[in-house]
């Protein structure tokens, strides 16, 4: 899905500047998708152009003005029709997966570092995740959380149960 699809996903819930569609990312959306600035704004403003979403301008004590972003008639049957598509494959994109495939071309500190960061990473999103507060959110909202939920308690799981895999095996290596 492209980022024009998700800021109007993200404004289906309200109102929103860019900077608090970001918080969405960082938020309920981070389990599954990741958009930065660079994408969001140039997505709004396309949206706007197309007349998707308007914006207005909000003043605010002490600090520039606010741009703030609201879904059109427009913009929600274009969000209907985009979830009426057919998702594209979901694809997993890990940097981190990345050096685990190449461990044993790396030093052992490295290796442990980038391990126990991207450990700690899937840890942080899960107490995240379990902190949000379920009153009044949507089934399909529940679902999405409790499947990133699952997602990052299985990835901890493993990692956590297969660390020697990555370790022990090196040494192995270095051994020879």
């Known amino acids: 899905m492209d980022v024009k699809t998700l800021c109007l996903g993200a404004l289906s819930l309200g109102e929103a500047s860019g900077y608090e569609i970001k918080k969405i990312f960082e938020g309920p959306f981070a389990a599954f998708h990741h958009a930065g600035y660079g994408s969001i704004y140039p997505a709004l403003a396309k949206l706007t152009e197309d007349g998707l979403v308007t914006c207005a301008e909000k003043e605010q004590v002490g600090r520039p003005h606010k741009k703030v972003y609201e879904m059109t008639e427009k913009g929600i049957k ?40 991207y450990l700690r990473h899937y840890k942080e999103n899960l107490e995240f995740l379990r902190g949000l507060d379920p ?9 999405a959380r409790g499947f990133g939920a699952a997602f990052y308690e299985a990835a901890i799981g493993y990692m956590e149960k297969n660390r020697g895999l990555l370790f022990d095996r090196n040494k192995e290596d270095h051994a020879e």
Not at 135 to 143: D, K, L, N, V
Request: glycine letters at 2%; zero cysteines; charged letters at 35%.
């Open 78 to 117: 274009t969000l209907k029709a985009a979830l009426a598509r057919k998702p594209a494959v979901d694809k997993v994109r890990s940097e981190s997966m990345v050096m685990f495939f190449f461990a044993d071309l790396m030093e052992e500190d490295r290796l442990k570092d980038v391990f126990d960061s």
């Open 135 to 143: 009153s009044a959110i949507p089934p399909g909202r529940m679902f």
